[in-house]
Protein backbone atom coordinates (compact mmCIF):
# COMPACT_ATOMS: atom_id res chain seq x y z
CA UNK A 1 0.00 0.00 0.00
CA UNK A 2 1.80 3.18 -0.86
CA UNK A 3 2.14 6.22 0.92
CA UNK A 4 -0.51 8.78 0.93
CA UNK A 5 1.85 11.84 1.71
CA UNK A 6 5.67 12.18 1.32
CA UNK A 7 5.75 11.59 5.74
CA UNK A 8 8.44 9.20 6.70
CA UNK A 9 6.71 6.56 8.93
CA UNK A 10 8.15 6.70 12.58
CA UNK A 11 8.14 3.26 14.42
CA UNK A 12 9.50 3.20 17.94
CA UNK A 13 13.17 2.13 17.89
CA UNK A 14 14.22 -1.15 19.44
CA UNK A 15 15.57 -1.06 23.20
CA UNK A 16 19.12 -2.60 23.15
CA UNK A 17 19.54 -6.02 24.38
CA UNK A 18 21.27 -5.99 27.53
CA UNK A 19 24.68 -7.33 28.22
CA UNK A 20 25.74 -9.92 30.20
CA UNK A 21 27.07 -7.59 33.03
CA UNK A 22 24.00 -5.78 33.63
CA UNK A 23 22.28 -8.87 33.85
CA UNK A 24 24.24 -10.60 35.92
CA UNK A 25 24.38 -6.72 38.30
CA UNK A 26 20.44 -7.17 37.97
CA UNK A 27 20.64 -11.30 39.22
CA UNK A 28 22.73 -10.36 42.18
CA UNK A 29 20.46 -7.17 42.99
CA UNK A 30 17.53 -9.23 43.09
CA UNK A 31 18.46 -13.24 44.39
CA UNK A 32 21.74 -12.40 46.47
CA UNK A 33 21.27 -10.99 49.89
CA UNK A 34 24.51 -8.87 50.10
CA UNK A 35 23.55 -7.56 46.82
CA UNK A 36 19.95 -6.88 47.27
CA UNK A 37 21.08 -5.22 50.63
CA UNK A 38 23.40 -2.36 48.73
CA UNK A 39 20.71 -2.01 46.15
CA UNK A 40 18.35 -1.09 48.78
CA UNK A 41 20.94 1.62 50.60
CA UNK A 42 21.42 3.12 47.48
CA UNK A 43 18.25 3.60 46.09
CA UNK A 44 16.54 6.92 46.36
CA UNK A 45 14.58 7.50 49.65
CA UNK A 46 11.32 9.72 50.59
CA UNK A 47 12.46 13.28 51.70
CA UNK A 48 9.03 14.61 52.64
CA UNK A 49 8.43 15.40 56.16
CA UNK A 50 5.07 13.78 57.45
CA UNK A 51 1.83 15.11 55.94
CA UNK A 52 -1.62 13.47 57.16
CA UNK A 53 -3.61 15.20 54.72
CA UNK A 54 -1.31 13.89 51.79
CA UNK A 55 -3.40 11.13 49.39
CA UNK A 56 -1.09 9.34 47.26
CA UNK A 57 -4.20 7.82 46.01
CA UNK A 58 -5.15 10.43 43.81
CA UNK A 59 -1.95 10.38 41.91
CA UNK A 60 -1.81 6.64 41.55
CA UNK A 61 -5.08 5.75 40.41
CA UNK A 62 -5.59 5.15 36.91
CA UNK A 63 -2.41 4.05 36.62
CA UNK A 64 -0.43 0.84 36.93
CA UNK A 65 0.73 1.56 40.10
CA UNK A 66 -3.03 1.28 41.36
CA UNK A 67 -2.48 -2.59 42.21
CA UNK A 68 0.40 -1.39 44.43
CA UNK A 69 -1.31 1.14 46.52
CA UNK A 70 0.53 -0.36 49.82
CA UNK A 71 3.64 0.77 48.48
CA UNK A 72 2.45 4.40 48.87
CA UNK A 73 1.35 4.73 51.80
CA UNK A 74 4.40 6.04 53.37
CA UNK A 75 4.47 8.78 51.00
CA UNK A 76 3.97 12.36 52.15
CA UNK A 77 4.42 14.09 48.44
CA UNK A 78 4.07 13.88 44.72
CA UNK A 79 8.06 14.04 44.59
CA UNK A 80 8.03 11.05 47.27
CA UNK A 81 5.11 9.37 44.91
CA UNK A 82 7.40 9.50 42.08
CA UNK A 83 10.57 8.11 44.00
CA UNK A 84 8.62 5.57 44.86
CA UNK A 85 7.68 4.80 41.35
CA UNK A 86 10.94 5.36 40.28
CA UNK A 87 12.18 2.11 42.64
CA UNK A 88 9.24 0.20 41.43
CA UNK A 89 10.77 0.53 38.18
CA UNK A 90 13.37 -0.37 38.66
CA UNK A 91 12.58 -3.66 40.69
CA UNK A 92 10.41 -4.75 37.85
CA UNK A 93 13.02 -4.25 35.30
CA UNK A 94 15.51 -6.51 37.25
CA UNK A 95 13.11 -9.09 37.81
CA UNK A 96 11.94 -8.86 33.84
CA UNK A 97 15.88 -8.94 32.75
CA UNK A 98 16.10 -11.93 34.73
CA UNK A 99 13.51 -13.52 33.59
CA UNK A 100 13.49 -13.11 29.93
CA UNK A 101 16.38 -15.19 28.73
CA UNK A 102 18.44 -17.86 30.16
CA UNK A 103 21.72 -15.92 30.65
CA UNK A 104 19.37 -13.97 33.13
CA UNK A 105 18.05 -17.29 34.88
CA UNK A 106 21.23 -19.35 35.02
CA UNK A 107 22.85 -15.95 36.56
CA UNK A 108 20.08 -15.37 39.15
CA UNK A 109 20.44 -18.99 39.96
CA UNK A 110 24.49 -18.31 40.68
CA UNK A 111 23.63 -15.22 42.50
CA UNK A 112 21.62 -17.20 45.02
CA UNK A 113 24.03 -20.47 45.09
CA UNK A 114 26.49 -17.65 45.96
CA UNK A 115 24.50 -15.66 49.20
CA UNK A 116 26.11 -16.07 51.89
CA UNK A 117 23.71 -17.46 53.83
CA UNK A 118 24.49 -20.96 52.52
CA UNK A 119 27.70 -20.72 54.21
CA UNK A 120 25.97 -21.48 57.05
CA UNK A 121 27.01 -25.45 58.34
CA UNK A 122 24.26 -27.80 58.62
CA UNK A 123 26.35 -29.52 61.53
CA UNK A 124 27.15 -32.82 62.33
CA UNK A 125 23.69 -34.03 59.29
CA UNK A 126 26.95 -35.66 57.48
CA UNK A 127 28.18 -37.80 60.76
CA UNK A 128 24.77 -38.69 62.19
CA UNK A 129 23.19 -39.60 58.75
CA UNK A 130 26.64 -42.14 58.43
CA UNK A 131 26.23 -43.71 61.60
CA UNK A 132 22.72 -44.78 60.62
CA UNK A 133 22.71 -48.51 59.87
CA UNK A 134 20.60 -49.32 57.15
CA UNK A 135 20.24 -48.01 53.80
CA UNK A 136 16.78 -47.50 54.17
CA UNK A 137 17.69 -45.45 56.69
CA UNK A 138 20.35 -43.40 55.85
CA UNK A 139 18.47 -42.38 52.82
CA UNK A 140 15.51 -41.33 54.55
CA UNK A 141 17.62 -39.84 57.79
CA UNK A 142 19.41 -37.70 55.32
CA UNK A 143 16.19 -36.49 52.69
CA UNK A 144 14.74 -35.84 56.23
CA UNK A 145 17.96 -33.77 57.58
CA UNK A 146 19.17 -31.57 54.42
CA UNK A 147 16.18 -31.06 53.60
CA UNK A 148 15.24 -29.35 56.62
CA UNK A 149 18.19 -27.65 56.07
CA UNK A 150 17.81 -26.47 53.00
CA UNK A 151 14.15 -25.21 53.45
CA UNK A 152 15.78 -22.99 56.84
CA UNK A 153 18.55 -21.52 54.36
CA UNK A 154 16.19 -20.18 52.05
CA UNK A 155 13.60 -19.02 54.48
CA UNK A 156 16.15 -17.00 55.82
CA UNK A 157 17.76 -16.09 52.55
CA UNK A 158 14.06 -15.31 51.41
CA UNK A 159 13.50 -12.64 54.77
CA UNK A 160 16.32 -11.02 53.81
CA UNK A 161 15.02 -10.51 50.43
CA UNK A 162 11.68 -9.27 51.12
CA UNK A 163 12.98 -6.73 53.94
CA UNK A 164 15.58 -5.38 51.01
CA UNK A 165 12.85 -5.54 48.27
CA UNK A 166 9.77 -3.54 47.93
CA UNK A 167 7.79 -5.81 45.12
CA UNK A 168 9.56 -9.26 45.84
CA UNK A 169 6.13 -11.53 45.72
CA UNK A 170 5.64 -13.40 49.30
CA UNK A 171 4.50 -16.34 46.43
CA UNK A 172 8.21 -16.50 44.73
CA UNK A 173 9.28 -16.63 48.22
CA UNK A 174 7.31 -19.58 49.12
CA UNK A 175 7.95 -21.12 45.96
CA UNK A 176 11.59 -20.99 46.53
CA UNK A 177 11.44 -21.99 49.94
CA UNK A 178 9.26 -25.52 48.75
CA UNK A 179 12.29 -25.72 45.92
CA UNK A 180 14.74 -26.25 48.30
CA UNK A 181 13.21 -28.31 50.83
CA UNK A 182 12.60 -30.84 47.72
CA UNK A 183 16.23 -30.43 45.88
CA UNK A 184 17.90 -30.57 49.60
CA UNK A 185 16.03 -33.68 49.99
CA UNK A 186 16.97 -35.84 47.07
CA UNK A 187 20.47 -34.32 47.15
CA UNK A 188 20.72 -35.55 51.05
CA UNK A 189 18.77 -39.01 50.60
CA UNK A 190 21.62 -39.92 47.49
CA UNK A 191 24.32 -38.28 49.89
CA UNK A 192 22.79 -40.92 53.12
CA UNK A 193 23.21 -43.74 50.93
CA UNK A 194 26.58 -43.28 49.86
CA UNK A 195 28.32 -41.19 53.03
CA UNK A 196 28.27 -45.11 54.65
CA UNK A 197 30.16 -47.30 51.87
CA UNK A 198 32.56 -44.12 50.90
CA UNK A 199 33.48 -44.09 54.82
CA UNK A 200 33.92 -48.02 55.02
CA UNK A 201 35.94 -47.57 51.74
CA UNK A 202 38.31 -44.99 53.13
CA UNK A 203 38.88 -47.10 56.34
CA UNK A 204 39.05 -50.75 54.39
CA UNK A 205 42.02 -48.67 52.24
CA UNK A 206 43.95 -47.23 55.52
CA UNK A 207 43.67 -50.92 56.76
CA UNK A 208 45.12 -52.61 53.40
CA UNK A 209 47.84 -49.60 53.36
CA UNK A 210 48.89 -50.63 56.89
CA UNK A 211 49.11 -54.24 56.51
CA UNK A 212 51.34 -53.36 53.48
CA UNK A 213 53.43 -51.47 55.60
CA UNK A 214 53.68 -54.37 58.14
CA UNK A 215 54.63 -56.58 55.86
CA UNK A 216 57.28 -54.61 53.71
CA UNK A 217 58.94 -54.32 57.22
CA UNK A 218 59.15 -58.01 58.07
CA UNK A 219 60.68 -58.91 54.50
CA UNK A 220 63.00 -56.60 54.70
CA UNK A 221 63.73 -56.43 58.48
CA UNK A 222 63.77 -52.52 58.84
CA UNK A 223 60.31 -50.36 58.97
CA UNK A 224 61.43 -47.42 56.69
CA UNK A 225 64.51 -45.79 55.16
CA UNK A 226 64.44 -43.27 57.65
CA UNK A 227 64.94 -45.48 60.53
CA UNK A 228 67.67 -47.14 58.46
CA UNK A 229 69.55 -43.58 58.38
CA UNK A 230 69.15 -42.64 61.93
CA UNK A 231 70.88 -45.66 62.94
CA UNK A 232 74.20 -45.06 60.82
CA UNK A 233 76.80 -42.56 62.54
CA UNK A 234 76.92 -38.91 61.23
CA UNK A 235 80.53 -39.38 60.40
CA UNK A 236 79.79 -42.23 58.32
CA UNK A 237 76.96 -40.78 56.52
CA UNK A 238 79.49 -37.35 55.77
CA UNK A 239 82.34 -39.96 54.64
CA UNK A 240 84.75 -38.43 57.21
CA UNK A 241 86.68 -41.08 59.18
CA UNK A 242 85.51 -40.94 63.09
CA UNK A 243 87.60 -39.75 65.94
Same mark, same amino acid.
Given at each position: ????? %??????????? +?????????????????????????????????? =???????? @??????????????? %??????????????????????????????????? #?????????? #????????????????????? @?????????????????????????????? #??????????????????????????????? #???????????? =?? +?? @???????????????????????????
Amino acid at each position: MPWEN %DAVPYFDPTPP +EPGFGEILGAAFGRENLIGSAIVAATRPRLQAPP =DPTFDPWA @AIQGTKYEARARLFA %DTNSLDDVRTRMQVIDSEDAAADMIAGSTTGMLAG #LAAGILDPVN #LIPIGGTGYRVARTGSLAGRV @ALGAARFGAGAAAGQALQEAGLQATQLTRP #LEESALNISAAAVLGGVLGGAAGGLTRPLQE #LGESSAHGTAIF =DR +EV @AATTGTATWRWRKSTIPSSASSGRPSR
